[in-house]
């Protein structure tokens, strides 16, 4: 079975940036939506962004403008770059593979966590 492994994260100030990679195990180019998620603690797990197998991109409100969508199809890898981080922003973020443009799909990597301080 596919597997999806994430990285990049750490600890970083408010203000500065980090970009997270998704390694999948094999091919993503089965997967006509990719997203990513994120979930702070004592929170549910919320959704960040997404692309689309046309590379079109969505956006949660509170990171629109800030953080970027992309994929390499090449290394079979899903990128969210991250700038102008805000401790809001503090959290175990995971991608998944894209049930539906709308929707997650069944596959999540372990996450990997973001720490914003002031």
């Known amino acids: 079975q596919l597997q999806l492994v994430e990285s990049g994260g750490g600890s970083v100030q408010a203000g500065g940036s980090l970009r997270l990679s998704c390694v999948a195990s094999?091919?993503?180019?089965?997967?006509?939506?990719m997203h990513w998620y994120r979930q702070a603690p004592g929170n549910e797990r919320e959704f960040i962004a997404r692309?689309?197998?046309?590379?079109?991109?969505g956006y949660a409100d509170s990171v629109k403008g800030r953080f970027t969508i992309s994929r390499d199809f090449a290394k079979n890898t899903l990128y969210l770059q991250m700038n102008n981080l805000n401790p809001e922003a503090t959290a175990v973020y995971y991608c998944?593979?894209?049930?539906?443009?709308?929707?997650?799909?069944?596959?999540w990597g372990q996450g990997t966590l973001v720490t914003v301080s002031t």
């Open positions: 998944n593979n894209g049930g539906t443009w709308a929707s997650p799909g069944r596959l």
């Open positions: 094999g091919s993503i180019r089965r997967f006509n939506n």
């Open positions: 692309i689309s197998s046309g590379e079109y991109t």
